[in-house]
């Protein structure tokens, strides 16, 4: 059985940083394409970081370009999302997924709360 776990979300100021981790079990953790996606209340699911399975090729949006960045520990089987220059905008519950490619994902996490406000 897949699990995706959580954690490292919070309240935190305009211009803070934070880093989020996502602790997988069930699968050969280096063989899949992992994602961090994010979604606002009112707002369509977004996908704001993705990771191919080799590690090799990254991915972002506009909105997180320069500001957020996705990587992995393969002997801890954690992915992690590194937060920086956080916007109120950038509050939302984020997620981890994991799938065949960047753009396929089968399991995801519960969530964990990111709010950015001052």
């Known amino acids: 059985q897949v699990q995706l776990v959580e954690s490292g979300g919070g309240l935190v100021q305009p211009g803070d940083s934070l880093r989020l981790s996502c602790v997988a079990s069930g699968r050969t953790f280096e063989n899949y394409a992992m994602g961090w996606f994010r979604q606002a209340p009112g707002k369509e699911q977004e996908l704001v970081a993705a990771?191919?399975?080799?590690?090799?090729?990254?991915y972002y949006p506009d909105s997180v370009k320069g500001r957020f960045t996705i990587s992995r520990d393969i002997a801890k089987t954690t992915l992690y999302l590194q937060m920086d220059s956080l916007k109120p905008s950038d509050t939302a519950v984020y997620y981890c997924?994991?799938?065949?490619?960047?753009?396929?994902?089968?399991?995801w996490g519960q969530g964990t709360q990111v709010t950015v406000s001052s």
């Open positions: 990771l191919n399975w080799d590690g090799g090729h990254t």
């Open positions: 997924a994991t799938g065949a490619s960047t753009e396929s994902y089968d399991y």
